[in-house]
């Protein structure tokens, strides 16, 4: 694909790394040189310095020839405007990243047709989101759903209390519709057989129908869902992430520290207590008995706000904390601190972003771990080598897994005398090294 990146922030330069990695065509834009120099030095794409909602920058960088735009500056006009002004002259698609206020008013951060744009997200309610599947897990540190979130997949992490550790996977009561599809230990994914053991300090990846996952929950960590909730930071994310837990009749408390804005949110959250107050002050914290709610989340455009605020949780024993993280390099140390949830909204925005950077064949991709490894929804078209063989005789490629078949209205955790028909779709998870062979299972024979 001919791709156009507008913006070299955090987003991006992860959609660089992908795209770089896949081979397609691409033209970097930025206003700041020493981003584009990064660029330049980093991946192998070509670059331009300039003002990427120019007509005179969008039309040197071919955009009329572009499969498609991505404008993700840090300012939402630029965005919009960028994303018009391609469609206007040629591109086949674009999208463009909005994430002020005036663009938080939609339930999943994701608007189609917005002023022409093909497809408008707006990264904090999108995170918003993902912290309201999070508050809805049993323990879960994060939530990917697929096919129209009927099949997930969760993250959890274990710990010396974890039940089932040290028992080889196969003698592990999971329920029928779940797996685990992948263990990340040392910083190492791969992908488990029944033979291998977990431990404490791994990580796992759970797949699975939302209410089997619950159940697989249960075996792992002795958590509930969050029915108490505290938020620090009455911004968009505070806002959409209170909206989604008060619909799902949670008790929750905002803690803002404008006046204005806490008074504006009083006003609109009436089934919300809102409290003027600083997140990060332990003596607040305890008056107003934070350890008897069952989640802590600070979701603040400021890091360090948000883990002050979730260590002094912590230290009221707090059963769970969640952090949203603007820099996605540091999601490994609020880990190493104990920080249950870390979310990272440009983290977010650039997996939502990767979706439509794919054949028609492709219905989603999610990447996990940095990179080490892909989740892909696709679709089995006519003729594909995956098509009429039990998944045991297939020869699929280590580190890959067929994780889920999506076949109409019913969902198949697959099993080895599974077999994919046409028109089924695949949930595919795949390490970096083992994804240009399990491509060749979805191609047509004799391509």
Known sequence: MQIIVIGLGEVGRHLLSVFDREGH???????????????????????MVGYGASHSILSAAGVEEADMLVAVTNADEVNLIAAL??????????????QGNEWANWTQGVRYGLLGIDVVINPRVLVAHELAKVARSHGAGHVIGFAQDRLELVEMELTERSRHTGRPLAKVPLP???????????????????????????????????????????????????????????????????NHLLENRATVMIIEKD???????????????????????????????????DLFAAVTPHDEVNLMAALLAQRIEVPRTACVVQRGDYMEI???????????????????????????????????ENGQAEVVE??????????????KRLDLPRGSLIGGIIRGDEVIIPRGDDVVQFGDTVIVLATAAARPTIELFFRPRGK
């Open 25 to 47: 065509n691409v033209i970097a834009i930025d206003a700041d040189s020493e981003r584009v120099i990064h660029a330049e030095e980093h991946y192998d794409v070509a670059t």
């Open 85 to 98: 002004a391609a469609k206007q002259l040629g591109a086949k698609m674009v999208i463009a990243r909005a």
């Open 176 to 242: 029928r519709q779940t797996l685990i599809a992948a263990v990340v230990r040392k910083e190492k994914l791969f992908i488990p057989g029944g033979t291998d053991v977990l431990l404490p300090g791994d990580r796992i990846y759970v797949l699975g129908l939302p209410q089997a996952i619950i159940e697989a929950e249960d075996l792992f960590v002795n958590r509930r869902e969050a029915k108490r909730v505290v938020i620090v930071g009455g911004g968009v994310v505070g806002e959409a992430l209170a």
């Open 259 to 293: 006046r204005t804005r806490a008074e504006e949110l009083s006003a609109k959250l009436d089934r919300a207590t809102v409290i003027h107050g600083d997140g990060t002050d332990l003596s607040l914290l305890e008056e107003e008995d934070i350890s008897t709610y």
């Open 334 to 368: 609020y880990r190493k601190l104990g920080i249950d949830i870390a979310l990272s909204p440009r983290a977010v925005a650039s997996d939502h972003i990767l979706r439509y950077a794919r054949t028609a064949e492709i219905h989603s991709l999610s990447v996990i």
């Open 378 to 391: 696709v679709a089995a078209v006519r003729g594909c080598r995956l098509i009429g063989t039990p998944l």
